[in-house]
């Protein structure tokens, strides 16, 4: 695998034990962890986990997070520009328009398209409709 995206909705099932599917998004975590594999995610996703780690764990847990991300070689966050976002519009938002799919999910596509990542630490149905593969399926 040459890389691994992290969404919110995946990723917090990986760190929190009362989650749905906790055991097989932890386990998928931990296997790209051990075995080196480059993980992708967006400043979008790290905004939508900071806020969900603040209100469910407080503000120094959230901060914590963000700190351990930035600082792991095996994390990247992409930033995201206006031509990311023009092109997730255009590409993801508007293809799938009756979907119901966020600008933070679209991008995350068009990120994953760019980058030739097609596995996702996932619960969100919108990247299987949009090709990728969820992890846990």
């Known amino acids: 695998m040459n890389a691994a995206f992290l969404d919110t909705a995946g990723w917090i099932a990986a760190i929190k034990p009362d989650q749905a ?25 790290m905004a939508e986990m900071q806020t969900m780690l603040m209100r469910r764990r407080g503000s120094v847990t959230a901060l914590q997070f963000l700190d351990q991300v930035y600082a792991d070689p095996n994390h990247e966050v992409v930033f995201v520009d206006r031509d990311i976002e023009r092109a997730a519009i255009d590409r993801w938002l508007r293809k799938f328009a009756e979907h119901d799919i966020s600008l933070t999910d679209a991008v995350s596509f068009e990120v994953m398209r760019t980058r030739r990542i097609s596995n996702v630490l996932t619960l969100n149905v919108h990247f299987t409709t949009a090709g990728f593969t969820a992890i846990p399926a």
Not at 22 to 44: F, K
Request: charged residues 10%.
């Open 21 to 45: 599917y906790h055991r097989e998004s932890q386990a998928a975590y931990q296997n790209w962890i051990s075995g080196g594999v480059p993980m992708v995610t967006t400043n979008l996703v």
